[in-house]
């Protein structure tokens, strides 16, 4: 009897001791309150947000939020797991979570690749939870951004859609001082990727079980707007990654197979993956890329030669998109690694296009993509490959193609959004990201388009910096979120509290906070754009995924023409070019005036003839259409073909017959086409 008061105390205690350590009194209201968890940790990140998030589709039965078309939540899981420091989630908590590399401590001596990206001796305060004194932050590259009650915070600020890239390279991994494990590739793909899901599985359990949570992996367009319309965020998986299937190059010479192809997309897409880059940073197998400029650029081009056994080799640019210039900045660091003797060439400043374009085997994977109706990443991509993309789709008629983060030549954008495309813009500082938003507004209005940011965090690039407590126009906090239903205030982690005035966007909790600093710069009208994104994302999601292949109505028709070059060893006879092979072609004689008619066998409604030239290619021709081989109507005609792809698209027009009139040659050969093909209107 004498023991039961201390019992009540203790009791007492251990009760009050459970409502400081479990969750808020908000949280616990989970049962009202479907966005808050019934369980989130004891030790946990704030929001910063009140209010329930928005659910369900606008008058016109359109989906609402942002779509952020470029991000990458597990890199800390690549480069051999030294590289980024801190993880998303932790079974073990925040405190686990969000702490710093081992050879960061004490004081940051080691932490070779801060260093390299900042500048600066890379010293920094290593603690993270609590204190966070030197980051998470906008210009650092190698701290976790991405915890997962940061992503809740943007999902909770609007945003809807989130493309989750899974990233690596080899590399960079096999050149790193720190690392502990393989740096295999697509070792690393297949980890991220089931982290992916294990992290919907841990938020799943905040909120009681499987299903339940904010975070949803989704693997085709219904199933996100299914996502999206229960106010929920959708999270489509990609890949970047320098050698995907194992199609790295060494000394010009492919190491990998169209059944190491065929093979790896079957893997990519049971896991789970709708979208990929085929070439990252390093030419490969597949195809060229897009220079990097500066220091980082000839880091990348030791790479580049590390990964190859060549550097990057440059051209005169044919047309008005252009590579970025690589510059001649010094990286010594990474110019160490080269064996003696090599050192970085230098470049012409008037020739800016990689000479490696998009391969045969690229080609293949292009084309294997859209058999499983994937979308394509064309950032990263030499417009030679670039080009040659465009050329695919556009003569297949095919929309899954994106431009996720400022990557990719602007002179391409009207021929991404004719496609069905879609076109987000890195998430630059506010001033500028707004600019670049109004320059491309009018061609977002032609097609009826929404647009999208790309964060890019855990990459290698930086984010917006603060623009000052004393700038005239800042964000001033509480504010609304886009749709008016939540407020949002500065967010907290721990002992820190972050404003993007004085901080930036330190990480990825301030998304909304960054969008909210564009409506102040910009203007609600490119706030108003970047909303419509989702539904635009989708839409060419789902485009492509109810592309059909139209018929060729050309193949294997008879065909006949003016001339066929002679040759001992093969045939160049005009069937050739329509027996559904880019091995053989047609080719005829060296002069100017041929032609090449071809007999549907009936009547058809065509629209659409493609030419896929080689390289005798002609300057000037016509598409010629008749109903009986006697009357003939010209539908289409050029005096400015640059060979390659060609695609003639004309109003739907009756023939049996199609004669290609070719009246001007670009080169001193005739006329040469690997494949002709036919389509209805």
Request: glycine share 12%.
């Amino acid at each position: 009897m004498h023991r039961r008061p201390h019992v009540a105390v203790v009791s007492l205690l251990l009760l009050l001791l459970a409502m400081a350590l479990g969750p808020a009194p908000s949280s616990a209201a989970a049962a009202d309150d479907w966005w808050n968890p019934s369980a989130r940790p004891a030790q946990d990140s704030g929001i910063g947000v009140t209010g329930e998030p928005f659910k369900g589709t606008d008058s016109r039965g359109k989906v609402r939020g942002f779509v952020d078309a470029h991000d990458h939540i597990f890199s800390n899981e690549a480069f051999g797991g030294r590289l980024l420091c801190g993880k998303p989630f932790s079974e073990a908590g925040i405190a686990d979570a969000l702490k710093d590399c081992p050879e960061h401590y004490p004081d940051g001596s080691l932490a070779v690749f801060d260093f390299i990206t900042k500048g600066g001796d890379g010293r920094h305060d290593p603690v993270g939870w609590p204190t966070f004194k030197d980051w998470p932050a906008h210009d650092s590259l190698t701290h976790q951004q991405n915890y997962y009650a940061w992503i809740e915070r943007a999902w909770r600020g609007g945003q809807r859609v989130l493309v989750n890239d899974l990233v690596t390279n080899g590399v960079i991994c096999s050149v790193y001082f720190f690392k502990d494990r393989s740096c295999d590739e697509m070792t690393s793909i297949r980890l991220q990727a089931k982290l992916t899901y294990d992290l919907q599985a841990y938020i799943d359990k905040q909120y009681g079980g499987a299903g339940k949570g904010w975070f949803r992996v989704v693997t085709d367009s219904a199933q996100a707007r299914q996502v999206i319309e229960q106010g929920k965020l959708a999270v489509v998986l990609g890949v970047e990654t320098s050698e995907p299937f194992g199609c790295k190059m060494i000394l010009d010479i492919a190491q990998c197979s169209r059944e190491d192809i065929d093979k790896g997309l079957d893997e990519l897409h049971a896991l789970g993956v709708r979208s990929m880059f085929l070439c990252h940073k390093f030419d490969n197998a597949l195809c060229g890329v897009r220079f990097d400029s500066g220091t980082l650029g000839t880091a990348i081009n030791v790479g580049q030669f590390l990964s190859t056994g060549t550097f990057w080799r440059t051209e005169k640019c044919t047309g008005p998109q252009a590579d970025n210039p690589i510059g001649s900045a010094s990286a010594a660091a990474a110019e160490s690694k080269l064996p003696a003797g090599v050192a970085v060439p230098s470049y012409s400043g008037d020739a800016q296009c990689n000479v490696r374009g998009l391969t045969d085997l690229g080609e293949y994977a292009v084309r294997g993509m859209m058999k499983r109706k994937m979308m394509l990443e064309v950032d990263h991509m030499s417009v030679k490959a670039t080009g040659r993309v465009l050329d695919i789709f556009e003569a297949e008629s095919y929309p899954g193609v994106i431009s996720s983060h400022s990557w990719m030549d602007l002179n391409w954008t009207e021929r991404v959004y004719a496609l069905g495309g879609f076109i987000a813009q890195y998430m630059h500082g506010s001033e500028g990201f707004s600019a670049e938003a109004r320059r491309t507004e009018a061609l977002r209005d032609k097609y009826g388009v929404g647009y999208g940011y790309g964060t890019d965090m855990n990459g290698v690039g930086g984010w917006p910096g603060p623009r000052g407590a004393n700038t005239p126009d800042p964000v001033k906090y509480p504010f609304r979120s886009t749709d008016g239903g939540s407020v949002i205030d500065r967010q907290t982690t721990g002992e820190r509290t972050w404003d993007l005035n004085t901080d930036g966007a330190a990480h990825y909790g301030l998304v909304p906070d960054w969008i909210e600093d564009i409506r102040v710069t910009g203007g609600q009208d490119v706030v108003d754009d970047l909303f419509r994104g989702a539904e635009s994302y989708l839409g060419t999601w789902g485009a492509a995924e109810h592309h059909q292949a139209s018929v060729n109505l050309a193949k294997g028709a008879p065909a006949t023409a003016s001339s066929s070059e002679w040759s001992l060893f093969t045939s160049y006879a005009p069937g050739r070019s329509v027996d559904g092979s880019r091995d053989t072609r047609w080719a005829s004689d060296w002069s100017d005036g041929q032609w090449l008619r071809l007999d549907l066998g009936a009547t058809q409604r065509v629209g659409r003839v493609t030419l896929d030239w080689e390289r005798a290619y002609g300057r000037s021709y016509r598409v010629d259409l008749s109903t009986d081989g006697v009357d003939w109507r010209t539908v289409w005609s050029t005096t400015s073909g640059d060979g390659g792809l060609d695609t003639a698209d004309f109003a739907g027009t009756p023939a049996r017959y199609v004669r290609l009139q070719f009246l001007g040659r670009a080169t001193n050969w005739g006329y040469s086409l690997h494949e002709v093909t036919v389509h209805s209107a």
